[in-house]
């Protein structure tokens, strides 16, 4: 299959993202697919359950990890990426570094997932802007703060992304918003981000969801990543019901049946 040609945001459904981490230490799968024949295999398993965008990462960003330096991220990344671009889904690429972003996109990927919303590299907006990609902006903090609003945090912080995208020359049809479960957040802030996950729909962006195997969920059901399926279900089924519009998500098939069951609710559902 050739490269997709373009990403079309959601508007009737809801997309699955899958995790394909070709990292030694990701707090899930760290190390499982970080060579270039495991990473192809999993991206096309991947696929096969459905997937609608493939989201690769090469540095770890759970609490603890080490930075990476840029040459030691695309060392991981440069085997992978084209192959994983020919496989003919949309491939986005999880970085806050703007060089990784440009050689990323001249590969192939079409979505730049920035877990710090634009705002760490200051040359990530213009890079966004001239690869003409899409764009997840997620919220970020440097550490966790139980005496912060966060709702009102993240408005703030969206309201610069949005600003830093504008300000670029980022087209909106091409950008979406994170929430950033687990990134800079206690249990109880990510709940409250949860329960009122409708309210992120006033920025008038596409919401994506990225709960999955994460710390709020162990810290309920007192158990292991690998065994944390379906409160991850859980979670993200909430999200939808609130209005995500794109899962990410490490367990794609069991995602991808989620969402169509959400669809099956749905007046205006489509038949994909």
């Known amino acids: 299959m050739a490269k997709a040609a373009a990403y079309t945001l959601p508007t009737s459904r809801a997309h699955v993202m899958g995790i394909l981490n070709v990292t030694p230490d990701s707090f899930s799968d760290g190390g499982r697919h970080n060579e270039a024949e495991a990473a192809l295999a999993h991206a096309t398993a991947m696929i096969a359950q459905r997937a609608d965008i493939l989201d690769i990462g090469a540095e770890s960003t759970r609490p603890g990890s080490a930075q990476v330096a840029l040459e030691d991220e695309w060392t991981r990344l440069a085997p992978i990426l084209e192959p994983v671009c020919e496989l003919g889904l949309p491939v986005s690429i999880d970085t806050y570094k703007a060089e990784i972003a440009r050689r990323a996109c001249r590969a192939g990927a079409l979505i730049v997932n920035d877990v710090w919303g634009l705002q760490r590299d200051p040359d990530m907006a213009e890079t966004v802007a001239e690869a003409g990609v ?55 802030q990510n709940f409250i981000i949860l329960n009122r996950f409708e309210q992120l729909g006033k920025h008038g962006f596409p919401i994506l969801a990225g709960a999955s195997r994460k710390r709020m969920i162990g810290a309920v059901l007192n158990v292991e990543t690998d065994d944390r399926l379906y409160g991850s279900l859980a979670v993200h089924m909430t999200a939808l019901l609130k209005g995500a519009d794109i899962i990410r998500a490490h367990d794609v098939g069991p995602h991808a049946d989620c969402v169509r069951m959400w669809e099956a609710t749905t007046l205006e559902r489509t038949s994909a």
Not at 150 to 179: T, V, Y
């Open 134 to 188: 899409h764009v997840v902006m997620m919220h970020n903090r440097e550490k966790a703060d139980a005496g912060v609003d966060i709702l009102s945090d993240i408005d703030r912080f969206f309201e610069k992304s949005l600003q830093l995208a504008e300000a670029a020359g980022i087209a909106k049809e091409k950008q979406i918003l994170d929430p950033g479960f687990g990134f800079g957040k206690t249990i109880d």
